[in-house]
C-alpha cells in the first residue's frame, strides 16, 4: 500500500470524526434533537394546505397536519423509524421553505451520484472476483441509517484497504477495471426508476397532485432508497442479460466498448449531481446578484450564505425550530459527504499518477486548478466524477493502444 493510499485514508478519517461531531454533537447541543420529538407528542405538525388556512408571522400560510402516513401497523420498530425518517424529512419537501428545498436538491444530487459511484466499484471485474467488494448492501443500509457524512468515508477506507485495484496498483490489468454492458444499462436504469423518479415526488404539490398523506407516505418508506435500487438493479439485469452481450470480436474491440460503457455511466453521474448544483448555484446568486426579484424575506432565505454555509458545529447557536435544525444537518451531510468522496477518488487518481513514468505524469498546478473549478460550478461529488472518468479514460486508451501494437507485430 503506498503513502497515498495511507494518507487519503487518515483524511477519510479524520471526515468521519468531524462528522459525527458536526450530525450528532452538534445536533443534540443546537436543539434540534429535542425539536424533533414534539411531532411525536402532539401527532401532527404544520405544512401548507389551502389558501384558507391560517397565515403565519413569516408571510406562509399553514394548517395542522395529522401525522399519519399510510403503511403504518407493520411493525412498531417499522412504523418509529418510517416516522422519524418523515419528521426530518418533511420541512424539506413541504413548500413553506425555498432554501430547505435547494439545500435538499443539492444534497439529492450529490448521495445519489456518489452511491452511484459506489455501486460502480462494486461491479467492475476484480471487484465481482472479491465478494466482499461485490456485495455492499450492509453499506446502503448505514447510510440511510446513520449518514452519508459519516459512512461514506467509511466505506472509502474500506474500499482502499480491500480493493485490488488500490493494493496493487501495479499488477491491476485493465480488464480488472471494465463494467460490462449490463451492467452499464442496469446501473443507469435503477438510478433513474428508484431514485430520481421517486424524488420528483417529493416537490409534488399538496394536494393537486398528492394528498398530505399520500406524500407522508412516499417520504416515508422512501428511507430505504439503496434497497430499492439494488432491487430494480437485479430485476433489470435480469431482463436484459437476455438480448445484451458483451463485445467478444478482439481486445481492442472489447476495450473500446468498456470504454463506452464507462462513458456513458460516468456522464449520467455527472449529470445527476452536477445539474442539481448548478440550479441552486444559480438561483441563489441570482437572490444575491439581484435581491429586487424577490421579496425582502426570500431574498434572505436564498442567499449563498444560507444556503451553502451551516453554522459552525462548535458554536453555541441554537436552532429556532425544526426547520433550522433539518436544513443545518443535511448541509453538514452534503459538505462533509461530498468531500469524502472527493478525498477517496483524488486518493486513487494521486496514485495512479504516481505509478506512471514523470513524461505521463499530469501538471499537478492544472490539477487542482481543475479541482477548484470543478468544485465550485458543478459540486464536489461532480469534480470526482470528473477524476474517476479521468483515471478509467487513461486505463482504457493505454490498453487499446498496447492491444493496437501488438495486433500489428503479430501480422506477417
Known amino acids: 500500500m503506498s503513502w497515498m493510499i495511507g494518507f487519503g485514508q487518515f483524511l477519510l478519517l479524520c471526515l468521519t470524526v468531524f462528522g459525527f461531531k458536526s450530525l450528532l454533537l452538534f445536533s443534540v447541543a443546537n436543539g434540534f434533537v429535542a425539536h424533533t420529538q414534539l411531532p411525536h407528542k402532539t401527532g401532527e405538525f404544520l405544512a401548507p394546505l389551502s389558501r384558507s388556512s391560517s397565515t403565519t ?4 400560510e399553514y394548517q395542522n397536519v395529522p401525522l ?28 413553506t421553505r425555498p432554501d430547505a428545498a435547494l439545500v435538499l ?3 439529492a444530487g450529490a448521495a445519489g451520484a456518489a452511491w452511484m459511484l459506489v455501486v460502480i466499484e462494486s461491479v467492475r471485474n476484480i ?6 467488494l461485490y456485495y455492499i448492501f450492509p ?14 468515508p467509511l466505506y472509502s477506507i474500506w474500499n482502499l484497504f480491500w480493493s485490488p485495484l488500490q493494493t496493487n496498483l501495479n499488477k491491476s490489468r485493465p480488464r480488472d477495471y471494465v463494467i460490462n454492458r449490463v451492467d452499464t444499462i442496469a446501473l443507469i436504469s435503477s438510478q433513474a426508476l428508484a431514485y430520481i423518479v421517486p424524488l420528483a415526488l417529493f416537490a409534488a404539490p399538496v394536494p393537486q397532485v398528492l394528498s398530505v398523506f399520500r406524500k407522508q407516505t412516499v417520504v416515508a418508506w422512501y428511507q430505504p432508497w439503496s434497497v430499492w435500487i439494488a432491487v430494480t438493479h437485479f430485476i433489470v439485469t435480469v431482463f436484459v442479460r437476455r438480448w445484451t452481450q458483451q463485445s467478444k470480436s478482439g481486445t481492442v474491440d472489447i476495450y473500446k466498448e468498456s470504454r463506452s460503457n ?42 449563498p450564505q444560507n444556503v451553502f454555509i451551516p453554522p459552525s458545529p462548535w458554536s453555541e447557536i441554537k436552532a429556532p425550530h425544526l426547520v433550522e435544525g433539518c436544513k443545518w444537518l443535511l ?3 452534503y459538505i462533509i459527504g461530498s468531500t469524502a468522496v472527493l478525498v477517496w477518488v483524488l486518493t486513487q487518481y494521486i496514485s495512479l499518477q504516481l505509478s506512471q513514468t514523470h513524461d505521463k505524469r499530469c501538471s499537478w498546478n492544472c490539477l487542482l486548478w481543475k479541482i477548484v ?15 474517476l472518468w479521468k483515471r478509467d479514460e487513461i486505463i482504457f486508451d493505454a490498453a487499446i493502444e498496447e492491444a493496437i501494437i501488438t495486433t500489428i507485430k503479430k501480422q506477417p
Open 373 to 387: 473549478i470543478w468544485t465550485v460550478l458543478t459540486g464536489p461529488t461532480a469534480a470526482a466524477i470528473q477524476l
Open 331 to 333: 448541509q453538514w451531510d
Open 105 to 107: 436538491l443539492n444534497f
Open 139 to 152: 453499506w446502503g443500509y448505514l447510510v440511510f441509517h446513520y449518514s452519508h457524512a459519516m459512512v461514506t
Open 57 to 60: 408571522n413569516n408571510g406562509l
Open 262 to 303: 464507462h462513458r456513458t455511466i460516468y456522464g449520467f453521474a455527472f449529470g445527476l449531481t452536477a445539474t442539481p448544483h448548478i440550479i441552486v448555484l444559480s438561483i441563489s446568486l441570482t437572490a444575491l446578484l439581484y435581491p429586487g426579484l424577490y421579496s425582502p424575506r426570500f431574498a434572505g432565505l436564498l442567499h
Open 68 to 95: 399519519n402516513p399510510w403503511l403504518l401497523g407493520i411493525s412498531e420498530r417499522m412504523d418509529r423509524q418510517n416516522i422519524d425518517f418523515l419528521i426530518f424529512m418533511w420541512p424539506f419537501v413541504d413548500g
Open 127 to 132: 471487484h465481482r472476483e472479491r465478494r466482499v
